[in-house]
């Protein structure tokens, strides 16, 4: 069964690396710095944090925070389509390549939070998952639901839920205020997800993300994790919006602190 652009987004146990000794699916959550504009830096920052999660814990999966390249651009001032369309990325593209490459140097799946897709005339805010062992690299893309009224300006919303099969696992994504609107997380739940991934958007009006990360984990009974970040301009921490993991029954396993520090996150699923 296919839920989103792509033909066949189902990933089948044996392109797990090492099958016959994989009991858990593990998944790294970097609670990252971003600085705007900077790709190259961000890069190399992403590059920094998989090498450590794989020195440390070997994940399967490594998920990016959302804008992880250049940094949220369409609800801050100054924004314009000049500057939208400098910044948003074909698929596959430049950026897409450079994670295609990431992902089959280290071995290692990646699931992304926003970027700026430019497809034809239309942008979207969309998430990738990039396979290391697929030819095509990108196995699953969502386009984000929710749109605000800034973005409704200049991005085209997407008609799909994010749902994709990974081996005997079922995974939904949800893209910034898509976690407001409590519809969307619902249908993830009624579709048997085994896994809720929230990618925040680093802004202000996410700094207060606990409460509703707790309420939608509760309600569905879904293990959820809400994927944060620090954004940093100038040297200096603009917002800090909060990484966490919570249970169904609303236990927090794990959360950034409030400290602007970096941290690595690590979660897993039996398979």
């Known amino acids: ?74 609800d801050y001032p100054g924004v314009s389509q000049n500057i ?44 990738l998952f990039i396979s290391p062992f697929k030819e095509e690299g990108v196995v699953f893309k969502y386009r984000k639901l929710n749109l605000t009224s800034s973005e409704s300006a200049y991005v085209a919303p997407g008609k799909d839920l994010g749902l994709f099969d990974f081996s005997d696992m079922r995974f939904g994504v949800l893209l910034e205020e898509d976690i407001f609107a409590p519809e969307i997380p619902r249908f993830l739940a009624l579709s048997e997800v085994d896994l809720m991934i929230s ?42 919006v909060k990484t966490m993991i919570i249970r169904g029954d609303g236990e927090v396993v794990g959360e950034s602190k409030d400290s602007s520090e970096e941290e690595i996150f690590y979660t897993s699923l039996k398979m």
């Open 1 to 74: 069964m296919s839920y989103s652009l792509f033909d066949d987004v189902r990933i089948n146990r044996k392109d797990l690396r090492e099958l016959d000794e994989v009991k858990e699916l593990k998944i790294a959550v970097p609670h990252m710095r971003i600085i705007p504009r900077s790709r190259k830096e961000n890069i190399n920052r992403i590059l920094e944090l998989i090498k450590e999660s794989k020195k440390d814990h070997d994940p399967h999966i490594c998920l990016f925070p959302s804008w992880f390249s250049v940094g949220p651009l369409i």
């Open 199 to 240: 990618f925040n958007k680093l802004s202000r009006e996410f700094r207060n993300i606990r409460p509703i990360a707790l309420t939608r984990a509760i309600e569905n009974k879904t293990l959820l994790i809400v994927v944060g970040g620090i954004l940093e301009m100038s040297g200096k921490e603009v917002v800090d």
């Open 84 to 127: 939208l369309n400098k910044f948003s990325e074909k698929i596959p593209g430049a950026l897409v390549n450079v994670l295609i490459d990431i992902a089959r140097k280290h071995s290692i799946y990646l699931l992304t939070g926003s970027i700026l897709e430019r497809a034809g005339p239309r942008l979207y805010i969309s998430s």
